[in-house]
């Protein structure tokens, strides 16, 4: 078993105090949340229909909603800090590196002990969940409207398991709230197909590129094991988002992209024609990562088109006593904000001498090795050819995606069936990428 030691980030007001059932103080647990009255937000999945090609939401209100609501709370003093007020800057150099001085997030506390070599743990109710959050930290529930049409009601009696959006009382920047789907299911931090969905759909619902979604496996520096997504406001673009990118697929809605010269290896999915089809893929890839094991980042931008898919080892580096003193000495958690190119330091220190050659240095201890990102890449794609063609037979054999250079307009993808080693019956196919 491989553990790290870690402090948790605070992350909701009752964090450290965890009341018994019944608790009389307004939850989100089985003793106060039926009948419970909460603000509800609906979206209408109709307004992402394409229309000759584009995806469009005509009527953005989810926006200013939550910034308005954000807001409110910090007025109200619900945050450890005051995030606004943090030292911010971008590094020089060619991807421009963020840096912020965030000394709030920095916990005088005992480290514990974290497993990082299992990405799928069960839910422990013993442990702090968002069923002990607060409704004061709720700003709204995000739900799905029946008639397809965006509306927002003030209060409204919450039946079953809402989705809700709350704050982050640790924020790491503008507008830093937490989206948990059905938080009365009590789902551990695993993706499932209509959390994904549920997600891409909040970045496009809010139409605002600055607006992006963040997810954390475990063994990728999720800190609470409740099923959750990160949500915040940047307002310029992430390193990440301008890196160069080389096609590795294009087939229906979704096209295929490899980042290069970027510290951390990974995937990069553009939406087609399709958001449903983009989400439906990319939550496929990742249920396959968990089934397999492997940690991961996942950072949702663009207006919902753009979704970037990091598989990591920092964790596990560290576990291994394979990560350079000085790097964990600055206390930097790299999951998905820091391996976008938002790198949050805790000491004036580290934010002082940070540069460019750092965050390569930092974000180089999270990337696998080439031998091993080919080997995640074909799990990748696999579910990319099972999706195309679903009634497909598809084993990948080792070294099988073989691009023929990086201007190549076909790629190579061989095929076997369950039997294939022993029949030697390997069918090799060519996907056109015009």
């Excluded at 070599?117 to 702090?128: G, N």
């Excluded at 979604?213 to 301008?242: C, D, K, M, R």
């Excluded at 996942?298 to 080892?313: K, M, S």
Aim: glycine content about 6%.
């Amino acid at each position: 078993m491989l553990t790290i030691k870690r402090c948790p980030t605070i992350v909701s007001i009752y964090q450290d105090g965890l009341e018994k059932p019944g608790c009389g103080r307004n939850c989100l647990g089985a003793c106060c949340i039926p009948g419970a009255k909460l603000p509800v937000y609906t979206y209408g999945r109709r307004a992402y229909d394409t229309d000759n090609g584009s995806l469009h939401n005509e009527n953005p209100f989810l926006d200013s909603l939550l910034l308005a609501q954000w807001e409110d709370r910090l007025t109200q003093g619900h945050f450890r800090y005051d995030v606004t007020a943090c030292e911010t800057k971008v590094l020089p150099g060619d991807f421009g590196f963020i840096a912020q001085l965030n000394e709030g997030r920095h916990l005088k506390k005992r480290p514990t002990e974290c497993r990082v070599d299992q990405v799928l743990q069960f839910f422990d109710a013993k442990k702090f969940n968002f069923t002990k959050v607060g409704q004061e930290e709720v700003l709204f529930c995000f739900e799905e409207s029946k008639d397809d049409l965006t509306a927002y009601y003030d209060e409204m009696i919450v039946g079953g398991s809402p989705n809700i959006i709350a704050i982050n009382i640790s924020p790491i920047e503008y507008g830093h709230v937490l989206l948990v789907p059905k938080v009365s299911d009590c789902k551990p931090q695993r993706i499932d197909e209509g959390s994904f969905r549920l997600a891409v759909y909040m970045v496009a619902e809010a139409a605002n590129p600055y607006f992006r979604v963040g997810y954390n496996s475990l063994g990728a520096f999720a800190t609470v094991n409740h099923l959750h997504f990160q949500v915040y406001y940047l307002a310029i673009p992430f390193p990440v988002e301008h890196a160069p990118i080389t096609k590795i697929w294009k087939k229906g809605g979704v096209n295929i992209f490899e980042l290069y010269k970027y510290p951390v290896k990974g995937l990069v999915y553009e939406c087609g024609t399709s958001l449903d089809e983009l989400a439906d893929l990319v939550s496929k890839t990742c249920i396959s990562l968990q089934e397999q094991n492997i940690p991961f980042n996942v950072l949702i931008a663009e207006c919902g088109q753009r979704i970037f898919l990091f598989p990591q080892c920092f964790a596990e580096r560290q576990a291994l006593g394979q990560v350079e003193q000085d790097i964990l000495d600055t206390q930097v958690n790299p999951a998905v904000w820091e391996i976008s190119g938002h790198i949050v330091l805790k000491r004036k220190c580290d934010y002082e001498s940070a540069s460019e050659d750092y965050a390569w240095k930092l974000l180089g201890e999270v990337s696998l090795s080439d031998d091993r990102f080919d080997e995640v890449k074909q799990l990748c794609m696999s579910e990319a050819v099972v999706s195309e063609n679903k009634v497909a037979q598809i084993a990948v054999l080792e070294n099988s995606f073989m691009p023929i250079d990086t201007e190549a307009t076909h790629y190579h993808w061989i095929k076997a069936s369950s039997n294939a080693k022993q029949n030697n019956s390997i069918k090799e196919c060519t996907y056109c990428l015009n």
